[in-house]
């Protein structure tokens, strides 16, 4: 049986190793969601400490100051070691068993890799992928503090600036976040001892930079850039061209008194 009951499910779960990575990632997007009234839970993997600035009590102030800003509901730590992050069993087992608690529809995990940054980003993204296979593994629920089995729907990541291998994401998004940019900006200046004010004018025009180059190139004042594993389905040509805005009158179908959308 599990030690605690389990905790009410997520709609969307986004994952990353360090308190920060998913501010500067797709921080726009997540409280976008919760705008949207989705549920969602930003998951840690490592304190992300130590730093040269920081102590584990500030970043855990910082960070709880940014889920604020957010206005994301649940914060986990994973508890896994900063600077050392590797994936392997017990890494793997230690984020599946929350995703076994928080059954998310939907998991975002920030991936790619950071030759010029922390090797973490690497290992977090591994790390992730590997969790949502072994969450769904039946006998072996010892592993997962007495978890029962759940299989998670959907995966989707999200790359880091400056990956290196860009390139090889498949089916790409922006999801637009002209509406949240500022939220985001807040929330990454929360963490003060990562950011004095030189980085953080640095870091801040980073952000507007690349947020405003993708959601430039979709119409959108910022955007935030994702990608999936897969090609997209598309079970109908136009709305996934144009998305929910429609670009074709609805088809008019002989004998129908109105068109099948509505
Ligand atoms: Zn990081």
Request: with cysteine.
């Amino acid at each position: 049986m599990p030690e605690d009951p389990l905790p009410e499910s997520l709609d969307v779960l986004a994952v990353a190793p360090h308190p920060d990575d998913l501010e500067i990632l797709c921080g726009g997007t997540l409280a976008k969601l919760v705008k949207q009234g989705y549920r969602v839970g930003i998951f840690d993997l490592t304190s992300g400490e130590p730093t040269p600035r920081g102590t584990l009590e500030t970043r855990k102030k910082e960070a709880e100051e940014a889920r604020r800003i957010l206005n994301v509901p649940v914060r986990v730590n994973v508890e896994l070691p900063n600077r050392v992050l590797m994936d392997g069993p017990e890494a793997r087992f230690a984020l599946a068993t929350q995703f076994r608690r928080y059954r998310p529809g939907i998991i975002i995990v920030a991936a790619g890799r950071t030759p010029a940054a922390s090797p973490d980003h690497l290992q977090g993204g591994l790390i992730g992928e590997a969790a949502r296979f072994y969450s769904q593994l039946t006998k072996w629920d010892e592993r997962f503090a007495g978890t029962a089995p759940y299989r998670v729907p959907h995966l989707v990541y999200a790359p880091f600036p400056f990956d290196a291998e860009q390139r090889h994401w498949h089916s790409q998004f922006v999801v637009d976040i002209s509406d949240t940019i500022d939220q985001k900006i807040a929330s990454v200046r929360a963490y003060e001892s990562q950011f004095d004010a030189a980085r953080f004018a640095k870091v801040e025009h980073l952000i507007r930079s690349t947020n405003g180059y993708h959601g430039g190139r979709c119409g959108y004042m910022y955007g935030e850039l994702f990608a999936l594993p897969t090609p997209v389905g598309a079970p109908d040509l136009v709305s996934v061209v144009s998305g929910s805005k429609g670009v074709l009158a609805p088809p008019q179908i002989p004998g129908r008194d109105h068109p099948p959308m509505g």
